[in-house]
């Protein structure tokens, strides 16, 4: 059997438009790999992705900066407080402590900690956390409040009203919200 060109064309005309095969697609958004090389590369669209509320593309972005610069303690901060906003507590608890590991000087990252630590209801870390940024950044209400709380919840409330008179004195509006939470404590 023998077909003419113009039937070949004309059928394979027809199956494109059908299948949909010679309809225009709009290009798909793509990141060109060879724009970011570099662990700061990475480090930088993950900042700008995580400005921008795409916590889920800034997480792999960290990832891929902590995957070319594994000692950059910043971004592990980074990736783990990404992974927290994503709701993957757990990775963002390892990613926070292998920023403090690197740099333990780092108050942002035991406040991340701290924070992931309570949420999850692992308080004995995240009184760990606190204590150490309390270290770093004496005075801060939030982590006063929030060690206290965790003493409270540890059942050890000798200790959350330590953070309370301490706490008193740096911010009596959180203190008194811890005052009335040992306050409820005592009476359970």
Same mark, same amino acid.
């Given at each position: ?19 949909? $095969? ?44 902590? $995957? ?18 994503? #709701?993957?507590?757990?990775? $963002? ?20 900690? #701290? ?8 308080? *004995?870390?995240? *009184? ?10 004496? #005075? ?34 959180? *203190?008194?919200?811890?005052?009335? *939470? ?7």
């Amino acid at each position: 059997m023998k077909y003419r060109a113009g039937t070949c064309i004309a059928l394979l005309l027809f199956t494109g438009i059908a299948t949909g $095969a010679l309809i225009p697609k709009p290009p798909g958004i793509q990141i060109e790999q060879e724009e970011f090389l570099e662990a700061e590369d990475w480090f930088q669209a993950g900042v700008e992705l995580n400005s921008e509320g795409n916590y889920r593309e800034a997480t792999e972005a960290f990832r891929m900066s902590v $995957a070319l610069a594994p000692g950059n303690a910043l971004a592990w901060l980074n990736l783990g407080t990404s992974q927290a906003l994503t #709701g993957d507590y757990n990775r $963002a608890i390892e990613s926070l402590k292998k920023s403090v590991l690197l740099d333990p000087s780092l108050a942002l990252a035991y406040s991340n900690l #701290g924070e992931v630590c309570f949420r999850t209801d692992r308080y *004995a870390e995240a *009184a760990e956390a606190y204590t150490t940024l309390l270290k770093l950044w004496p #005075g801060n209400a939030n982590a006063l409040y929030k060690l206290g709380l965790s003493h409270l919840l540890l059942d050890e409330t000798e200790k959350a009203q330590g953070e309370y008179l301490t706490l008193k004195i740096v911010d009596p509006e959180l *203190a008194e919200k811890l005052h009335h *939470a040992i306050i409820q404590g005592a009476g359970n």
